[in-house]
């Protein structure tokens, strides 16, 4: 009887903790109707959010953002500012004086909520600096949904960064992160970070949003267009259907993406097409001698999305639009703001690329990104930099499309500022190191697991990647379980050292001794990071061989990766510091021999790398 209960016992636990272990992901369902201001700058908002608790936690309390109350005198986001001088945003500050401590009192941003329910009864909420608090009347139980109603008004902010009124390439109204929005809630709890400047992160929702505003404006935005000829500049054939205060009405729809942004301007031009096999791309810009260059875009872009949807997954979404918002560039659901003045396709294209390939790791492989960026900016990066050795070609067709972000870490390195890519993404202390943690050493991550797995392994490792998780909210966790499924590798200590430390690798050749009938060469570790070598020769008939040295943590090794023959050694202990090895060349049979010819590893020394044999 005991061992009947004990047995019984263990079932029910084994299955509770298979239970709390489930992925889940909440959802939440936006109907908005926003009457604009065009003259003040301020606009009047009212809501209604039906949100669905998919976790088996009961919440007894939500949380909304309200970005745009960072964008004023003394806020969290000036005060960081402020205390990083010139260590922080360039963008956020002038002459090391944050920017924000100069804000006009009539151009402040605010968000004013004037009250929230929950299936009709009036709630109790508290306003914490960008992040607003609110007590349920009834808890929102496991698997079920609740109501939220809001009305509130806001005044759209100077624009310091992303959002807000006049930016300095003249564009009126750029709208981002600019509604109450609802966080995040996942097993790590609310993600309730402050906003001081940095990234986002929010479940997917559906969005059907109304917009009144001057007849004369022409809006721009991520999402679906529903009344086209009703409005100015998107069909030839409009009729202008403005109410009596000369307002038209905007009729906007998106399903499953992380938010709805737009901008509005009357200077705007709209200009659309078809990539086949989707999406719609839009160009909502001001058509002007700045902008000329937005005319050679389209067979780029085209070009772009048939590179993204067969190399890392096809795009999810019926469209795209790219905004002239003035301010950098930020990714937003199916639209991305852009600074819209540019010297040459080339450079327009490459903020294009980066910002659209955030739809690809931001929005439809959604990561916290104030949690984890580098999954972020850097996979992003690593996408840019695949697809712009493609737009333009360089002079070498055999280039490796990364060394430059290879070329800039060593750089980087050199002046000792570095932080661990795992730190949170505001909590940098220094804006360079932010940009090297998360924009490069994430885009390096991606390369040095190509060099560890080969090639051929990453290509289905980002391929499974999309597909187990397109739509979902993964951690760095699930992509590791993918990457060491996929390559039969263990690369936890690989992830541990480059996420986590900010430990370097740096391989050299210690010796070279000629024989009658062979070479016998000593490789060193000098740096902490320990990995496998591919080591090649070059004989003095331009032949290549490759000698692969692998590293006994994999446990497993690749198979075939790098130039001309490939041959395995035995695998090198991470706990040795030289190894030594003998080829069956002599000195007059070699013409080169070195580390690495691919030029994929982030050795942060390559001085010692190569010898030439002479």
Known sequence: MKKSVAILFALIISQFQAQQNAYYQQAAKYTMNIDVNAEKFTYQGNQTLQYTNNSPDELNVVYFH?????????????????????????????????????????????????????????????????????????????????????????????????????????????????YPKIAEYDYDGWATFDYVGREFHAPFSDFDVTIKINKDYVIGAGGILENPSEV????????????????????????????????????????????????????????????????????????????????????????????????????????????GESGDIESLMGLMVHEGSHSWYQQMLATNEPLRPWMD??????????????????????????????????????????????????????????????????????????????????AKIMKEYFAQWSMKHPTDRDFLHIAQKVSGMDLKWFHHYWINTTKTIDYGIKNVQYDAKSTTITLVNNSQVPMPID?????????????????????????????????????WPWTQKEYTFTIPYTKSQLSVLGIDFSQRMADVNLADNVVEVK
């Open 66 to 178: 309200l970005y745009w109350n960072a964008f004023k005198p003394n806020s969290m986001m000036d005060q960081r500012v402020a205390g990083q001088g010139k260590n922080g945003d360039s963008r956020l500050q002038k002459d090391g004086i944050s920017r924000l401590a100069s804000i006009p009192k009539d151009q402040e941003g605010a968000q004013n909520i004037h009250w929230i329910k929950q299936n009709g009864k009036e709630l109790k909420f508290e306003i914490q600096e960008t992040v607003m608090k609110v007590y349920l009347s009834e808890p929102i139980k496991p698997n079920s949904t609740t109501t939220f109603t809001m009305d509130w008004d806001a005044v759209i902010p100077q624009q310091i960064r992303r959002s807000g009124r006049n930016n300095r390439e003249g564009v009126d109204m750029t709208m981002s992160q600019w």
């Open 232 to 339: 100015k500049g998107y069909d030839a054939n409009t009729k202008i259907n403005a109410d009596k205060n000369k307002k038209s009405t905007w009729k906007w729809t998106a399903k499953n993406m992380l938010d709805f942004a737009w901008a509005a301007d009357r200077e705007y031009v709209v200009k659309s097409f078809d990539v086949p096999e989707g999406p719609k791309v839009f160009l909502v810009y001001q058509n002007n001698d700045k902008t000329k260059v937005w005319e050679q875009a389209q067979p780029y872009i085209t070009k772009y999305y048939q590179i993204m949807n067969s190399r890392f997954g096809k795009y999810a979404y019926p469209s795209y639009a790219f905004i002239q918002g003035g301010d950098g560039g930020m990714e937003y659901g199916m639209c991305t703001m852009i600074l």
């Open 377 to 458: 900016e850097g996979f992003t990066s690593y996408a840019e930099s695949t697809v712009m050795n493609q737009l333009f070609p360089p002079k070498d067709p055999v280039a490796n499309p990364f060394v430059g972000s290879l070329d800039g870490y060593r750089n980087f390195v050199k002046r000792g500022i570095e932080e661990p890519a795992v730190w949170l993404g505001d909590h940098h202390d220094n804006g360079t190191a932010y940009s090297f943690a998360s924009y490069v050493k994430g885009e390096l991550y991606l390369v040095q697991l190509g060099y560890i797995v080969g090639e051929e392994n990453l």
């Open 535 to 571: 080591f090649s020769v070059m004989t003095a008939d331009k032949k290549i061989v490759t000698y692969q040295i692998p590293m006994n943590m994999t446990h497993t090794w690749k198979k075939i990766d790098a130039f001309g023959d490939f041959k395995t050694l035995n695998y």
